[in-house]
Every structure is written in C-alpha cells, then in structure tokens.
DNA sequence: GGAATCGTCTGTGCTGCATCAACCATTTAT
DNA sequence: ATAAATGGTTGATGCAGCACAGACGATTCC
C-alpha cells in the first residue's frame, strides 16, 4: 500500500491502474467459505457443491457438449464423466446423442433439474447472509451480475435470463 | 424462474428479492479457473494460492493471532501452523508474542512479504485478464471491491486503504 | 497449585482430482 | 473399405488439501 503510495509520488490523486487489486485471492477465500456452509445446506438435497456448479453452468449455457462441458469447467473429462454419471441418476439431466455427430453427448438440465437447483439456491439464503453480510442486496446482486457475466464471457443470456424477472436489475445499463 | 413468475402472478413488475440469484456456485467456479491458472503463475514465486489468500488477509487485517486467522480463513489451527511455518521461512511473515497475552502469537507481514505479495499480483494479471476478460477494468475495480468488503466485513477500512489510492472508485457511494 | 487457553507437532484417514490405459461407437480421411 | 481420429466411458493409481485426534510446552486465570 504504502510502496503503490510511494510510487505514485507527485501524482496521488490520479486513478493510476491500481495494478494491486487482484481479485483471486479474495474469490478462492470467499468462495470457500461459501462451499464449506454450503456442504451442509445442499447435503438434504443430496447435492455437492461441485454438482450445484455444473447445474448452474448447464442452466446458463443451454445444449454443451460434455466435452465443451469439460473445457467450461476445466475439469479432466475422465471426471466429468462421473459428475454428470450423478446428476443422471438423480434425473436432473439428460445425455442426448447429438443428431449432428452421434458420437457426442449432449447435456441437457431436466425440468426436475432446473426445479432443484432453484431450490437448491433458496437454500443457500442464509449461507449467503453469512458470508455477505457486509454487502446490502443491492451490492448483492451487483456482484451476482458481475459473477455472472465473467463466468459466461458473454452478456448475451443477461437479457432474457435475468432482466425479465426482476425489475431492479442493474444490467440493462451494462447491456 | 418461471416458479418465481408464477408466484409473483399480479405482481411481475415488481423488483421482488430474486431468490435465485445466489453466487455461490459462480464464486466456486471462477475461484477454480483463477485458481488452476495462479498455480503456474506463483510457482516461481515459491508461492502457492493458499498463501496468497493468508497473505491477502494478513494485509488488509493487521496484526491478528493465529487463531483469528483460522476463524477467518476457515482452517483447523493445526493446518494454519503448517501454512505460516512455509510462510515464516520465506520471511514473509513474523510470529511475535503479543505482549497483553504471551500465549499468543501475533502474526504479522514482513517488509519481504508485502512486496512479495505485491510482485505476485502483479504476475496474476494475465491470469486475470483471462478469467475475468468479460469485464472492464471499472466492472473489476467493482468487483475487487465488493469482494474485499465480503472478505473484510466491514467497510471501515474502505476509505482508508482502497480509496485513497484510486481515484475513480466506487466505494466512497457505498462508504 | 490447578484448570483453561494458545500454539506446536505428529499421525491418520477421507476426498477431490489428475493421470494413464484400455475400450466402444461413430465419424472422417484415404 | 479400411484406417485413423474423435467423443465418451470405465477402472486403477497416486498426490495434495484438509479435518480430526492425541500429546506436549508455555502461559494465563482462578
């Protein structure tokens, strides 16, 4: 702090680059703070936090690939396998054979899928109280949308996905 | 989202609380993708993420014990003593008795450990620009923030240690 | 003096995950 | 038509993060 003080020098008032703020860090520290409150939420629902990630992805991306899947989640394919082995189980989605090229499988969330997930999420309410009890809903869902835009590389979905339920969403400026 | 539509019924137009916009699974998931890149990355640095994290919050923290460190971070004691022990023999961090309670350890960050940190986010920057590519740099200056603000608790140290040093953020509205 | 607290060290075991190897179904190239 | 490449599946192996438990020294509080 006081080095980036030093180094801006005559020009202290500028909003020179904050080359510092790096947001890894503070994403692994919250994220694990979520996923260790969230083990316990999702257990009764039979979910792990990893499944709730892929279900998330899968809501967002519409029709993957499970080796798209694989890419998007930067897991090992081997592992991908086992992961959507199940959610299949559980019937929250469905491998389909491609009709283009039969060798793929496409993963699709089932209605029963995307209803679990959405409770899933309810259920995390005071998880997330926990963890960002610092931040007022509005600041909540700025970081929602902020999340979720990075984690898709597209504003594309945002419109149709979010805007249309909720009429104090900030991203009708971003869009 | 269509549950939450139909419950909302006569009411559409209203900005009701958004169950669903829970942040946890995107939080997992870019955390893993920041994380498997930062492994590289801090490598040379004899850094792994982990130590980013306890170094991250030794900074904006202050002088804590190791036992509020586990709070904070989340870990069993006798994982934190492993973790500070690699820190402590790189001199990245001090181990001093505190002198109201010499029982306990007061942890603090070196000279050494501060521009460590430093030069490691800096090294994270493509890192970054890869996960988070989506957003400009004002979205990430946002998201740093709110992040921070999460991870600290509370927003005291706001003015103080982000805003002097960047013009152009956002917390002083939220402050 | 005795009990409780903070930190340290050691060992044990579970879990997530990467990796390798072998295999089937299907498509593409020759 | 045959061979090669691709998508997916399965099983085995091994490593690392981490929780947990037990024992210990140092210090403080009653």
Redesign the pocket.
């Known amino acids: 702090m006081f080095l980036q003080i030093g180094r801006l020098g005559h020009m202290s008032a500028q909003p020179l680059d904050s080359a510092e703020h790096r947001s890894g860090a503070l994403l692994d520290h919250l994220a ?1 703070r979520m996923r ?1 409150r969230s083990e316990s939420v999702l257990a009764p629902l039979g979910l ?1 936090p ?1 499944h709730l990630v892929a279900l998330t992805v899968l809501r967002a991306g519409g029709d993957t ?6 890419t998007i989640l ?12 199940e959610l299949e189980a559980k019937q929250l989605i469905e ?1 389909r ?2 009709p ?8 699709e969330l089932t209605k029963d899928g995307a209803k679990r997930l959405s409770e899933a999420e309810c259920a995390l309410a005071s998880a997330e109280d926990e963890v960002l009890g610092a931040l007022d809903h509005a600041e909540r869902e700025t970081l929602y949308e902020l999340l979720s835009r990075a984690a898709t590389g597209t504003s594309i979905n945002c419109a149709e996905t979010i805007c249309v339920t909720n009429d104090a969403c900030r991203c009708r400026d971003a869009c």
Chains 1, 2 share one sequence.
């Open positions: 694990r260790l792990r990893r690939g499970q080796q798209a899947l694989a930067e897991m090992d394919s081997t592992n991908i396998v086992g992961l959507l082995n491998r054979r491609s283009e090229d039969r060798r793929r499988h496409v993963v």
